[in-house]
């Protein structure tokens, strides 16, 4: 029997600025190749049956690249959300957003509750954008919450820290696909990645393609998901589903 898709697919896009640089133009002429790529995988994924999908877009950390670089993804993201809205909601996928929102410039705040807000009727995919997002900053602020609640030492469980986190509501992602060959999670989901099967493709995300999705998706069903547990007790309990 055929395995499943993943229902959660998170995509770290790395590679736009040397994509951009081995062709002697400015990294900026790669993120909005990187943008066009992405509206395509967005589409795939939704075609294909995705139940969740995120894309890593704007890192925490992304806010120490020089000024012109940053400004020239925000207004990017703003036109991109702006454009894609009809899109989305044409193809039936809801949109939302995690990450410091309240960092991001008033514009694309704007967008981005604007295009929740016109798809929150979608019941297709949901398309996550990380913006302004760190694992690291995610753990923490869940775990800043459960302070302030009060929450006593025995009370804080894996379910009460989920619960807080950016992605509440949203199970963890069962494929991570990181492009542009580094070997790395660069503070995306480091919570929510503890099981996650991670595919890594030297492709820069700009050349990324439908193609390279599949062939990532027949490599997770490949994929034996143990979860700490041997093959025996796996095979066991996928034939005593199977007689159920
Ligand atoms: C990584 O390339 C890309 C990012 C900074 C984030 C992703 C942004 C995009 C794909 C463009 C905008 C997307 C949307 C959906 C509007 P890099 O600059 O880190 O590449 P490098 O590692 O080669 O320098």
Not at 68 to 96: G, P, Q, T, W, Y
Not at 116 to 122: E, G, N, Q
Not at 131 to 149: H, N, P, W
Request: charged fraction near 25%; proline fraction near 3%; hydrophobic fraction near 40%.
């Amino acid at each position: 029997m055929k395995k499943p898709l993943p229902q959660h697919v998170a995509i770290i896009m790395d590679g736009n600025g040397r994509w951009a640089e081995t062709r002697g133009r400015n990294r900026t002429f790669g993120h909005l190749r990187g943008a066009r790529v992405a509206r395509e995988i967005i589409e795939a994924c939704s075609k294909r049956g995705i139940e969740n999908l995120t894309l890593y877009t704007f890192s925490s950390e992304n806010w120490m690249r020089p000024l012109e670089e940053v400004s020239f993804l925000m207004a990017l993201l703003s036109r991109h959300l702006k454009r894609e809205r009809a899109n989305l909601v044409k193809n039936d996928i809801r949109f939302s957003a995690i990450g410091e929102l309240s960092r991001l410039p008033p514009a694309v705040v704007n967008e981005v509750n604007e295009t929740i807000r016109a798809t929150a009727h979608c019941t297709g995919m949901r398309l996550t954008f990380a913006l302004s997002y760190g694992g690291r900053q995610d753990i923490l602020s869940a775990v800043k919450l459960m302070v302030a609640e009060g929450l006593s030492a025995n009370s804080i469980d894996e379910k009460a820290l989920e619960a807080r986190l950016q992605t509440a509501g949203l199970r963890d992602p069962d494929l991570v696909i990181r492009t542009s060959g580094e070997s790395r999670l660069s503070n995306f989901f480091l919570w929510q990645s503890a099981y996650s099967e991670i595919f890594i493709t030297p492709t820069l995300w700009p050349d990324y393609e439908a193609a390279e999705l599949d062939a990532a998706f027949a490599w997770y069903q490949s994929r034996e998901r143990r979860y700490g547990r041997t093959t025996a007790q796996i095979s066991r309990a996928n034939n005593e589903n199977q007689l159920a």
